[in-house]
């Protein structure tokens, strides 16, 4: 009988424990993984780079760049603004933190010239997270600072956003107005660039297109001796019509190559301009 006991009793403190650990592994789990009790990170809210935002008032705004000084504790921004027509609004910048959006902040403004600016903020902490570019458009007889809060919500035009955990980190010792002009000679080089390289592509293309046209045109030519009556008025209709198409696409063609000229010469200007901006 004792030797029995002993066996249970040693059985019972295994199950004991064994239930234990499963129900720390449970808890581990639940509370490990549950959003509730472990707040999930926010997620990246960052404005794409070259890419034009079309605002509500005509204009497209353009984030060239976006970077971090960790040092010196500044944030720069390049941007590009393409005014609308007619369009007469002073462009003034604020910025604000994620974590106080009623709180907006002054902007340096160390480059302005053909709508191209560079901003830059001071003082911002290493840990700002988030924060976010304000872009309002004012008449010339209008002060920021003495808008009421709707006609300041009214006069907003964009926000630009920046994400700490994916902004580019970057020195920012050099301020002068020679580097930032040819950083946007750049910005505009490798754009043209782009655009080159996409109209030759589709010249390539249109021509390839024609000279399949221009094959099955001869096709159906060679063909009409062999064909019936009713059958050749049915092919010369076929040819006829593959012609018609073929101008089209010849007139298509022209201007896709007076593009490309006209690309090719941008991009010849802009290389020039940048090895004057180089010495």
Do not use: C
Not at 214 to 238: A, C, F, I, M, W
């Amino acid at each position: 009988m004792r030797r029995q006991t002993r066996k249970r009793l040693t059985q019972n403190v295994s199950r004991f424990y064994l239930g234990l650990g499963v129900f720390f592994i449970i808890v581990f789990l639940f509370f490990g993984t549950s959003s509730f009790f472990f707040a999930e990170e926010s997620p990246v809210n960052e404005t794409p780079i070259n890419e034009g935002i079309r605002l509500s008032n005509g204009e497209t705004v353009t984030l060239h760049a976006w970077s971090y000084d960790t040092e010196m504790r500044t944030m720069r921004i390049r941007l590009s603004l393409d005014e609308a027509p007619g369009n007469t609004n002073e462009h003034v910048f604020r910025y604000v933190y994620r974590a106080r959006p009623d709180s907006e902040k002054e902007v340096n403004l160390l480059y302005e010239r053909n709508d191209q600016y560079v901003l830059e903020l001071a003082d911002v902490p290493n840990d700002f997270n988030q924060l976010a570019i304000r872009i309002y458009g004012l008449d010339e007889s209008q002060s920021i600072d003495t808008l009421t809060p709707e006609e300041r919500e009214n006069s907003l035009l964009t926000s630009l956003y920046a994400d700490r955990r994916t902004i580019e980190q970057a020195s920012h010792t050099s301020s002068d107005e020679t580097t930032f002009t040819r950083l946007f000679v750049e910005d505009e080089l490798a754009e043209t660039e782009q655009q080159l390289e996409k109209a030759q592509q589709s010249v390539e293309a249109q021509r390839q297109q024609i000279k399949r046209l221009d094959r099955d045109k001869e096709e159906l030519k060679d063909e009409l001796p062999y064909l019936s009556l009713d059958e050749q008025v049915e092919q010369e209709n076929e040819i006829f019509d593959l012609g018609r198409k073929r101008d089209e696409l010849t007139l298509e063609l022209e201007k896709l190559e007076q593009s490309v000229v006209a690309l090719e010469e941008k991009h010849d200007k802009l290389r020039v301009r940048l090895r004057e901006l180089s010495i």
